[in-house]
């Protein structure tokens, strides 16, 4: 009932609801364009690079623990900033930032999966990817940049605590699968902390 309240008040002012709805309409323009870019570089001839880490071991196949972190996380992590509209919506503004730098990433550093990777098979990705399998999805981490904005968003300390570590298992669980390179889960956080930065600093300099 909280929720319904904050969301009431919020709605109130036309600003916000102008705010809302342009960050939806922009955020299903990005997706439905990452979509064709995933289909674009797929197609793509990539580099291989080599790991040092991921050499020192064989991939295992990890699909179920990965999409039960990744989805539940992301479900509760909605459910949670869903009671702080203000929140809600910077996050989801973050989210589309985030996409454009996966974008503006793939496209300047075309890479192939690591040698001996097994496929992550994401229903999602396959959905939004049109039918296809996604491999060249890399250079970073989209499922651990992901996790580890809504971790930045989150105020309670102990979800938050909750969601640092399943970003930091996450990224172990793609690695020993081989489904990213090392540098790829390194650097997804960094993603996650300029768009988070960014997108806090132009709301805080035009509320």
Same mark, same amino acid.
């Given at each position: ?10 709605? #109130?002012?036309?600003?916000?609801? =102008?705010?809302? /709805?342009?960050?939806? !309409?922009? *955020? @299903?323009? $990005? ?43 992301i479900l ?6 869903? #009671?702080?509209?203000?929140?809600? =919506?910077?996050? /989801?503004?973050?989210? !589309?930032? *985030? @996409?454009? $730098? ?105 509320s």
């Open positions: 009932m909280n929720s319904i309240r904050e969301w009431k008040n919020f709605l #109130n002012d036309h600003k916000n609801k =102008i705010s809302l /709805l342009l960050t939806l !309409i922009i *955020l @299903i323009f $990005f997706l439905v364009q990452f979509s064709k870019f995933l289909l674009f570089i797929e197609q793509r001839q990539g580099v291989v690079l080599n790991d040092p880490i991921l050499n020192c071991f064989n991939a295992v196949d990890l699909n179920y623990p990965i999409f039960i972190i990744v989805y539940a996380s509760f992590g909605l459910i949670y900033l869903f #009671n702080y509209p203000d929140m809600f =919506i910077i996050g /989801l503004q973050s989210y !589309i930032l *985030l @996409i454009v $730098f996966r974008i503006i990433s793939m496209y300047i550093v075309p890479l192939d999966p690591p040698s001996g990777t097994i496929d992550l098979q994401d229903p999602l990705v396959f959905v939004i990817g049109t039918g296809t399998k996604i491999t060249k999805d890399l250079f970073f981490s989209g499922h651990t940049s992901t996790i580890f904005l809504i971790f930045l968003y989150v105020k309670n300390k102990l979800l938050k605590s909750v969601f640092l570590v399943l970003a930091i298992i996450l990224g172990i669980l793609l690695l020993i699968q081989k489904v990213h390179y090392s540098i790829d889960v390194m650097v997804a956080p960094f993603y996650s902390y300029t768009a988070f930065k960014i997108i806090s600093l132009l709301h805080k300099k035009y």
